[in-house]
């Protein structure tokens, strides 16, 4: 196995999935998706939402989406700088592992299937295609796996979604640096690329919502856009000077600004 097996939520990150009508997904090997919770199988909310409404699992659907998007963002970034190996190894684990234990999901939710587009994007990788043929994959890919999100996003659902995600990317970040120096690489990258996801999140809310809950929101994004500087080579070639102390921070800071959002 590639990574040693690891616990990448945290307990609050397990118990907030718990209590939204999660299941826990079987089979998954990959050490950072060994946790991984898919969306209730109903589809549906407290008093009988329908597929295409929010309800409780929106949370954990949405993260799992997230996931994959995070990790097929760093394979992309990294590909465009010309790691076409590194870029690898993180764009073949998201289909195999996240995709299929998501796919009940997708489907009880009427959501649109992005696997095409999933795939598209590492076969392109796969076989040393030009980074211009690569970047549209990825968008395309992008465009995709944003069709199947919850529609008309709340801010609350967005905000917990994005603790949920610098939570584990404080996790990867733990296990990718040790004593200030890079003991896995992969794991480093994952939590930029969650961080990442994290951010654009809260990007996509409505002008509706923003507006709502505007100091919320822009204390989320502070919070996220701090975290910045805790990679300064993606590809592992400059010295880290951060911790992951600085992750958990930023996500318990965040945590209680989500609590303000109603």
């Known amino acids: 196995m590639e990574h040693k097996m690891k616990l990448w939520v945290g307990l609050g990150l397990a118990a907030s999935l718990a209590t939204s009508g999660i299941v826990q997904a079987s089979g998954t090997k990959h050490a950072d998706h060994g946790k991984i919770q898919q969306a209730d199988a109903s589809g549906e909310g407290e008093g009988g939402s329908d597929a295409g409404a929010e309800g409780p699992d929106d949370v954990a659907f949405l993260v799992s989406l997230s996931l994959i998007e ?25 289909r195999d592992e996240i995709y299929t234990a998501l796919e009940p999901a997708l489907q009880a939710r009427k959501a649109p299937d992005f696997a095409a587009a999933l795939d598209a994007v590492g076969q392109t990788v796969n076989a040393g295609g030009g980074a211009a043929e690569a970047k549209q994959r990825f968008q395309d890919f992008e465009k995709a796996i944003h ?91 400059q010295l880290v000077t951060g911790t992951a102390k600085a992750l958990f921070v930023a996500a318990a800071k965040m945590e209680l600004l989500a609590l303000e959002i109603h």
């Open 70 to 94: 995070g990790h097929m963002r760093v394979g992309n970034e990294l590909y465009d700088m010309g790691e076409a190996d590194m870029a690898k190894t993180h764009m073949k684990h998201p």
């Open 147 to 237: 069709a199947a999100r919850p529609q008309s996003l709340e801010a609350a659902t967005a905000a917990k979604a994005a603790v949920q995600l610098i939570r584990a990317a404080a996790e990867e970040f733990a296990i990718g640096i040790k004593d200030g120096k890079i003991d896995n690489l992969h794991e480093y990258q994952d939590a930029w690329g969650f961080t990442q996801v994290a951010a654009q999140i809260l990007a996509t809310l409505s002008d509706v919502e923003r507006a709502e809950h505007k100091n919320e929101i822009a204390g989320l994004e502070a919070e996220i856009a701090g975290l910045a500087g805790l990679w300064p080579d993606l590809a592992g070639k």
